[in-house]
Each structure stands twice: as C-alpha cells, then as structure tokens.
C-alpha cells in the first residue's frame, strides 16, 4: 500500500473520466492498468473512484466512466466480483428508470442508455452463468420492455466503432479550427497596422478641421467633447473682476453672448473649402477605405473567431475583444466623418469607357437624320487625278514630313508652314546656352554635397530682415484701447529665435535584442528580449546555454559561511510553509470554513479546466431573453434604478412637506 500511488490513481481516473471525449485516452489508460496489475488493493481502490464517478450527475462523465468499467471487468475477476455486489446501483446509474432518470446532456443521455444495454446483454452472454446478478438484472430489463426498445438492438461493436468515427471526426474538426485560427491570426496581424495607420489618417484630419480646445491647468476638449456640448471649465473668480473685463476688450459686463455648441452648429462652420480641399479629399478617401473594405473584414473575423471552437480560450476571448474595440473606433470614426459630411467617393467612368447605354443614344440622336448617296466610283475617280509627291523621291530632309511639302497643304488656314533656318540671334542664343552647361555641371557637383535639410520656419526667415507682424490689412485702432503705437516690425531677437532649428537626438536601436536566458522551473529558458531589464529575473546579463550567468562577479565561488547562511534560510522559509500548510487546515475547521486550496492545485485545476470538453450543463441556454436577463440585472442598471427609486423618494418627501401647514 502506498498513498502516493493511491492518489496518482485517483488523479488518472478522475483525468480520463472527465475530458469529454468519444474514446479515453490510451497512455492514461495504460497507466491505470499496469497500476491494477500490481495489487488487488489498487483494483479496489480504482473500483471506489470509478463509482464515485460513475454517481456524478453528468452523462459524459458516466459514460467515460462506463468505457473506464468495461476495460476493467473484462481483465479483472476482482473488479468483477465487485462491481456485481453492487450491479443494481450500477444499473439504475447507467440505465436509469422512471424515479430516477439520467443526467444532461440529454443526447449524451440517450447514447449511455444505449452503450449500457448493449454492454449488459453481452455481459449477460459471457458472465450470464457465472454471476446471478447480472442474469436477474438482464431479466428485470427483459421483463419491463428495456431490451426490446430501439436503443437496445445495437450491438457493442456498432457502438465502438460509432465511438471511434465520431472522435476522429471530432478530432479533424478541432485540426481545422486550430488551422483556421492560425490562419486569420496571421491574417489579423498583417492587417491590423494598416487598418491603424488608416484610423490615425482620419483622426489627424478630424484634429486639423475640428482643433482641439487648448486650455490652461485644464484638460483639453477634444472633437468627442465639443459634440457632446462639454462646457468649459469654470474660472474662480478673482477681487479684481472690473479689471479684467477690461484687459479682455469688454467695456461692460451686460453684454449677452450665445454659445451654440450643437453638433449642427459645429458642422456648419466645418465646410469645404478651397484651403481645405486637400484635408477633405484625404478623408474622403480614408472613410472609402473603411467603409468598403475594412469594416467588412472586421465583422468577418469577429464572426469567424465566435464560429470557432480551440482548447485555449483566453487567446481566443483576447482577440475578439481586440477586435472589438478596434470596431468601436471604426464606428465612432465613421460617426465623425458622416458628421462633416463625408460620403464614400465612387469611382467615375473616364470618358473613353463608354457604357453600351451611351451608344445606344448615340444611335437614337441620328435615327431621324437623312443622308445623301454618294457616288463611290466618281470619288476614287477624283481622288486619282490629284498629283502627290512619293516621299521616296524627296530629299532626306524632307522625308521628316512629306506632306509639309504638298499644294494642298498650303490652302490649309489651320497649316504654318514648314520651319525656316534659325536667324542669327537664335543663334547667339544657342551658343549662350553651350556656356551655362559648365556651371550647371559645377551646381550640380555641389548640390551632390550639399546636406539635405527639410524646409521649415527657419529657412523662410533666414535672409528676412522686416518682418510685419501684421500682414492682414486691419487698423490697429481699438474702440477701447486707443491705436496702437511703435514699428510694425518683428523685433531682432524675435527673428534670431525664427531663425533657429530645434534638431532632436535620436539613438540608434540595437539590430538584435538578446534575450533573458534565465532558467525556468520547466526546465527552459526565458525567451522575452528586454533592452536592460527583464521584468521577472532582473537585469538582463549575459549566459551559456544551461543559463548560468558569464561574468566573471557572478561565478566567483560563494564562502562557506555564506552557503550555509542561505541554506539555513531556505531551510526556514520551507518549515514555515509547510508549517502553515499543517495548521491552515485546524485554522479554518475552527472558523466553519473549508479549505483554500493551494496555488498549485488551482493552476492545474484551471489547466484541467481548459482541456476538457465537457458540456457545461450548468451554463444556461444562450438566447435573446437570457440577453435581455443579463443586461437588465447588470450592475449598471441596478445602480441606475436604484438612484431613480431614490429621487423619487426624496421628491414624495419633499412635495409632503411643501404641502403641511406650517
């Protein structure tokens, strides 16, 4: 007897019961037997487990368990002998009658009926004689008409075989899905940028048309806040107000001003014009872009991701919620750009392309006209007796262009002539230009060296002397401050300031990033590739391909004093751990409560979790009135009805004591 085998069984058999699956696992399997083959002990104690299974009420786990019973009890007299102590308990569970019927699923229900009658009846062949219980439950099912019904004419073969389709089929599903998924994460991943760099596009033409509203010490209002009609700030007020209505340009403090900060209002001062034409277009070609392309893309793999069915499904909750949130900001840009009057810009047929419908008009316009008959001989007649001169005859200059030379081409108005010889200024002006090709070359050769710097404010105002800073033709009288007085001039160190160019440093990025190489407790090593720090082992050093750290400083071997320092603390830290792992349990028995699990157990429940396939028969069934359920008894609508119940209260409270007596 060995505890640790004991529990190593329990584990294996509480594994293989509740993965799901059409067959058990065949290395679990293996191990089970070879551990029942060790001892009888081991076959009880695999009989206890495999009950306790069998009494869960889940039909998948039943019938894994029953797959489990039929391994056993064809290979072990033991289990045999102990399963038909108990084989009314043990038919009632896979069978179930009418007091006690069998857990949901339903359709996994109705297929362990099924695999369990056909296992009772071939049972009944081999062991019928040997052991009474199974022939008195075989006629028990006889006599009440269990064996005569449809789900008892299979054979077992039938059903193993079935068994055995349907998990290759499950299992090519699960290769597609995988494959599937691979496939439109990759394809996620190379589109993802650019459907980025689109929405980037629009919001920058959305700050260029609807500014920012900068303020000072405040946050900044942007395009969402000036739509939803955001007021600014309020200002303290400060003793000296007379003051600053003053220093403002406000005579008097009765003035009304009117602030519309509606969404119509703001749209009809954003209108297309000639300076921002080109900020439009880009838009316009932007909003075509997610309109026609990437918006249908995205609701693609939304509907896809939702469609598939992988074992890792936090990966898969992930990119769907990426996905949706970058729908989100499709949407709302989508919403700012049919705000400013945006429409998706169709392509425009040239006017070569002309459409089948074009020419049938064409055709309708001249189907009333009349034409005159000419006669075809007469005309070939007349067009031989004008003379032409063959440009094989010509001269080689004039070979260019024959017809220059014709008579006819003389009496043609729209006709200049061919090209006489240049004059003698031409001619000046050639040889002129021969002697500017050197010191094109010499520019040429210096603009070669010359660096290349962007145009910028600095270069406009490099060799400008008098700058006015009031360019736009306005007085500068005042209606209270009087008119202005002085140059209308940038003063020098304005201009010296202009004329500077801020140049931003920017160091060079490492080509290739090495990694943490630090061991890890599955015996690998850390693969992220920080630039100084790893986040989980520290500074990033570097190591061999065990993980050991190169330097020099971290190899030098410790004293002994130090080893057994640490050792000692180690020690500690482990007895204390273990200390409180003893009294944690006497701790919360004597508080009424149950045992927390360690971290340990919880990850591999939760890993557990993750590769079973079991059907969640606690989860409710999936439809618009579980929807609406959710919706309405979320946390959200809870607080708002809440704080309606409560206003009204206090307004039936107030209105009760505006109406008493005094």
Known sequence: MNPEVDEKLAGLIKQITETGNWILDEKKLKLIKATCKKSDHYITVAFVHVMAQL????????????????????????????????????????????????????????????????????????????????????????????????????????????????????????????????????????HLDIINDNLNTMDGCFDILVPKNILEGEDNIDFNALLRGDAVPKQHADDNYKDNIISHGLGSNRYKITIDLSESSLMEDVKETQDNSIIFDQLREAYTVLETKHTKQVNIWINTLIRLDIDDKAEKEALIKKLIDLKAKMTEASRKAKLLGIEVHQREIKSGQSTLDDLD????????????????????????????????????????????????????????????????????????????????EQRDELLKVAPVVEWGDDLYYWDKEHVQFNTSGIERSHRFMGVGEGVNELPDHLLQNLRKRAVYYRPERPKEIPACRHPLHNGGLCPRRDLVTCPFHGKIIPRDELGRPLDSSSNNP???????????????????????????????????????????????????????SLIDIKKKPENSYSRLQRKLNSTKNKKLVEEAAEYEREMKSRNREANRWQ
Do not use: C
């Open 55 to 190: 009494h869960k009420n889940h039909s998948q786990i039943r019938y894994s368990s029953l797959q489990l019973i039929e391994q056993l009890f064809d290979r072990s007299k033991l289990f045999r002998e102990l399963l038909t102590e108990d084989f009314p308990v043990f038919v009632q569970l896979v069978v179930g009658f009418n007091d006690r019927k069998l857990p949901p699923p339903p359709q996994i229900a109705a297929k362990l009926k099924q695999y369990a009658l056909a296992l009772i009846k071939n049972w009944y062949m081999k062991y019928g004689e040997i052991y009474r219980q199974i022939s008195i439950s075989f006629d028990f099912l006889m006599d009440n008409g269990y064996m005569n019904d449809n789900q008892a004419s299979s054979s077992l073969s039938s059903i193993h075989a079935d068994n055995i389709n349907k998990a290759n089929k499950s299992a090519r599903i699960k290769a597609l899905h995988l494959n599937r998924y691979e496939l439109l994460k990759a394809d996620v991943n190379d």
């Open 361 to 440: 008009e064409r055709d309708d316009e001249f189907a009333d006209e009349e034409f005159e008959e000419v006669d075809i001989r007469k005309e070939a007649a007349d067009a031989r007796e004008i003379k032409t001169n063959s440009s094989a005859k010509l001269p080689p200059l004039q070979r260019i262009f024959p017809l220059a030379y014709e008579p006819t081409m003389t009496e043609d108005p729209t006709y200049a002539g061919p090209i006489q010889n240049m004059s003698n200024d031409e001619s000046r002006v050639a040889k002129k230009d021969k002697g500017k090709q050197k010191a094109e």
């Open 558 to 612: 410790k004293s002994p004093k130090e080893q057994s320092g640490s050792k000692t603390k180690n020690d500690n830290d482990q007895v204390m751990d273990n200390l409180w792992e003893l009294l944690e349990e006497d701790v919360m028995k004597q508080s009424g409560q149950e045992k927390v699990p360690s971290s340990r157990k919880r990850q591999r429940k939760t890993l557990d979790q993750k590769s079973s």
